[in-house]
């Protein structure tokens, strides 16, 4: 029968077996119990260093056609065919007076803009910071099966998690439509220097009817009520984005095409602040001893380890869109939702070793290790935002890329050194390290092809954003050990570790600074 010896016979056990080290794997029937608190400060960092997000295009389709008169697609070309009279043209009405008039030369409308394709109204969203805090608590179980073989089991417990963004915008003005501008805006004052729409200047000798026909191009063209007026181009709001989007089908508060909505509303609405708590990805896994002796035994300088693992994506993912569930705002409670895990079974594969050699009674050690990290194909819940979709009619969103969305997060390669010495023979111990990571890019299986190569980045798509990613992340930890029968406080063996990470490098990922304090006692079942 399994009884769990005392502390005591513990401590015996320890002093021959155990140093206070961060094994790799533990004699038979030893378990190691891991407790650690850490509080993380993390910022994104894109490609270049550039803080948060890269500015990304965005647009409302179909907005442009709110430009032209009836969303006829041709009510913006050939303005200089329509005729003012039964037979006169603008063109010709205008070449009439310029081939009297010496000083001002109006424009005389045949020059088109626009083609037949939809006025390009948009701009880009930046991101100037994108952070994450999080208060998480780890619990590690550890335990020797066999001299050779310890079984591994890792719990994060989120106390808080919280993301915030600051969202910005920076307008543009398509060329063709900025050239339109001017244009008419030019030649509409043409017109006024002219004494246009009141009465043309008596130093220009026409007759009455042309006098005529050029107050009725102006009053078509640059009156408010003209039938052909281009005022809604030339003297409205050309960023609505910021202060102005009017119509029902983009503004997702109203049901009124009076109404309207700005680019800051609706990034507040879709993508504000968001908060969770709760179980983390559960990992376990099998740790081998594969060559040399651990340095517990003693009995040679080195040693070299294989491993396998499995995460459970026990974590929160995004739920099921519902209109119907909504906050105290309005806002659907899907837009809140922070995800903590993957999602994915993953399936973890390391090979990994120490050196270790006694330098004037303290202890150096060399620690290496190497991992590859499987990530299976899954599906999600469609998140509904209008970034990507350029949509903020939610059925639409959901019909154009589907309820459910399939995604495989790219394979993960880990690399690390670490280097420790003991400052007091088997008290006190520091130690330095580094970890590199590499993950592949990201792959995404939905409705919309556009949608899925918009999400995984790396093209010209979704300039500078990438789901490939890189860090470097520099460790340093103080170790006070309590494991030593001759020189121990206390009757339990225990290990406290202050540890803190810093990122070196940082690629299309989460730069964190991590503070951790650890707790680490053994015992022994037979």
């Given at each position: 029968?399994?009884?769990?010896?005392?502390?005591?016979t513990?401590?015996?056990?320890?002093?021959?077996q155990?140093c206070?080290?961060?094994?790799?794997?533990?004699?038979?029937?030893?378990?190691?119990?891991s407790?650690?608190k850490?509080?993380?400060?993390?910022?994104?960092n894109?490609?270049?260093?550039?803080?948060?997000?890269?500015?990304?295009?965005?647009?409302?389709?179909?907005?442009?056609?709110?430009?032209y008169?009836?969303?006829?697609?041709?009510?913006?070309?050939?303005?200089?065919?329509?005729?003012?009279?039964?037979?006169?043209?603008?063109?010709?009405?205008?070449?009439?007076?310029?081939?009297?008039?010496?000083?001002?030369q109006?424009?005389?409308?045949?020059?088109?803009?626009?083609?037949?394709?939809?006025?390009?109204?948009?701009?880009?969203?930046t991101?100037?910071k994108?952070?994450l805090?999080?208060?998480?608590?780890?619990?590690?179980f550890?335990?020797?099966?066999?001299?050779?073989?310890?079984?591994?089991?890792?719990?994060?417990?989120?106390?808080?998690?919280?993301?915030?963004?600051?969202?910005?915008?920076?307008?543009?003005?398509?060329?063709s439509?900025?050239?339109?501008?001017?244009?008419h805006?030019?030649?509409?004052?043409?017109?006024?220097?002219?004494?246009?729409?009141?009465?043309?200047?008596?130093?220009?000798?026409?007759?009455?009817?042309?006098?005529?026909?050029?107050?009725?191009?102006?009053?078509?063209?640059?009156t408010?009520?003209?039938r052909?007026?281009?005022?809604?181009?030339?003297?409205?709001?050309?960023?609505p984005?910021?202060?102005?989007?009017?119509?029902?089908?983009?503004?997702?508060?109203?049901n009124?095409?009076n109404?309207?909505?700005?680019?800051?509303?609706?990034?507040?609405?879709?993508?504000?602040?968001?908060?969770?708590?709760?179980?983390?990805d559960?990992?376990?896994?099998?740790?081998?001893?594969?060559?040399?002796?651990?340095?517990?035994?003693?009995?040679?300088?080195?040693?070299?380890?294989?491993?396998i693992?499995?995460?459970?994506?026990?974590?929160?993912?995004?739920?099921?869109?519902?209109?119907?569930?909504?906050?105290?705002?309005?806002?659907?409670?899907?837009?809140?939702?922070?995800?903590?895990?993957?999602?994915?079974?993953?399936?973890h594969?390391?090979?990994?070793?120490?050196?270790?050699?006694?330098?004037?009674?303290?202890?150096?050690?060399?620690?290496w290790?190497?991992?590859?990290?499987?990530?299976?194909?899954?599906?999600?819940?469609?998140?509904?935002?209008?970034?990507?979709?350029?949509?903020?009619?939610?059925?639409s969103?959901?019909s154009?890329?589907?309820?459910?969305?399939?995604?495989?997060?790219?394979?993960?390669?880990f690399?690390s050194?670490?280097?420790?010495?003991e400052?007091?023979?088997?008290?006190?111990?520091i130690?330095?390290?580094q970890?590199?990571?590499?993950?592949?890019?990201?792959?995404?299986?939905?409705?919309?092809?556009?949608w899925?190569?918009?999400?995984?980045?790396?093209?010209?798509?979704?300039?500078?954003?990438?789901?490939?990613?890189?860090?470097?992340?520099?460790?340093?930890?103080?170790?006070?050990?309590?494991?030593?029968?001759?020189?121990?406080?206390?009757?339990?063996?225990?290990?406290?570790?202050?540890?803190?990470?810093?990122?070196?490098?940082?690629?299309?990922?989460?730069?964190?600074?991590?503070?951790?304090?650890?707790f680490?006692?053994y015992?022994q079942?037979w």
């Amino acid at each position: 029968m399994k009884t769990v010896k005392s502390a005591a016979t513990v401590c015996v056990f320890l002093a021959t077996q155990l140093c206070g080290q961060a094994y790799f794997t533990l004699p038979k029937n030893v378990w190691r119990i891991s407790v650690v608190k850490e509080a993380a400060s993390a910022n994104w960092n894109s490609a270049g260093g550039k803080k948060g997000l890269p500015d990304e295009y965005f647009t409302l389709d179909g907005y442009g056609l709110k430009y032209y008169e009836q969303l006829n697609l041709d009510s913006l070309i050939s303005l200089n065919e329509h005729l003012v009279n039964t037979d006169d043209r603008v063109d010709d009405i205008i070449q009439t007076f310029n081939d009297i008039s010496e000083d001002i030369q109006l424009y005389d409308f045949n020059r088109s803009f626009f083609n037949r394709d939809s006025l390009n109204v948009g701009g880009f969203i930046t991101n100037t910071k994108r952070s994450l805090q999080s208060q998480l608590t780890k619990i590690r179980f550890e335990y020797g099966i066999t001299e050779r073989v310890t079984l591994t089991l890792g719990i994060p417990n989120y106390a808080s998690a919280t993301q915030e963004n600051q969202w910005g915008w920076e307008g543009t003005i398509d060329d063709s439509l900025n050239a339109f501008i001017k244009y008419h805006t030019e030649n509409k004052q043409k017109f006024n220097d002219l004494g246009i729409p009141e009465d043309l200047s008596n130093s220009y000798d026409i007759s009455e009817d042309l006098k005529s026909e050029l107050n009725k191009i102006y009053e078509i063209f640059y009156t408010a009520d003209g039938r052909k007026s281009v005022l809604r181009l030339v003297e409205n709001e050309i960023d609505p984005f910021k202060s102005s989007i009017t119509g029902a089908q983009f503004n997702p508060f109203s049901n009124s095409d009076n109404d309207t909505t700005n680019i800051d509303s609706l990034m507040i609405f879709y993508h504000p602040n968001r908060s969770t708590s709760g179980l983390g990805d559960i990992r376990w896994g099998l740790n081998f001893h594969l060559l040399g002796s651990p340095v517990w035994a003693g009995e040679s300088l080195f040693s070299i380890y294989g491993g396998i693992g499995m995460t459970i994506p026990t974590a929160k993912l995004i739920s099921k869109f519902n209109p119907d569930k909504v906050d105290g705002t309005g806002r659907p409670k899907q837009f809140s939702e922070l995800q903590l895990g993957n999602g994915v079974t993953a399936l973890h594969f390391s090979l990994f070793g120490e050196l270790y050699k006694t330098i004037q009674s303290r202890e150096l050690k060399i620690n290496w290790a190497t991992e590859l990290k499987i990530n299976p194909e899954a599906k999600f819940w469609q998140r509904v935002t209008p970034r990507g979709t350029y949509s903020v009619q939610h059925d639409s969103i959901l019909s154009q890329i589907g309820e459910v969305y399939r995604f495989r997060r790219g394979d993960e390669f880990f690399g690390s050194l670490v280097g420790s010495l003991e400052l007091i023979p088997r008290k006190l111990r520091i130690s330095v390290g580094q970890t590199w990571y590499l993950k592949i890019r990201d792959s995404y299986y939905s409705k919309n092809e556009r949608w899925n190569e918009w999400m995984a980045g790396g093209t010209d798509l979704r300039k500078n954003y990438d789901t490939q990613s890189v860090m470097i992340i520099q460790d340093i930890a103080l170790i006070l050990q309590n494991t030593d029968p001759m020189n121990q406080f206390g009757s339990t063996p225990f290990e406290v570790e202050l540890s803190a990470t810093v990122p070196v490098l940082t690629k299309h990922a989460w730069s964190a600074i991590k503070v951790r304090l650890s707790f680490v006692t053994y015992f022994q079942l037979w």
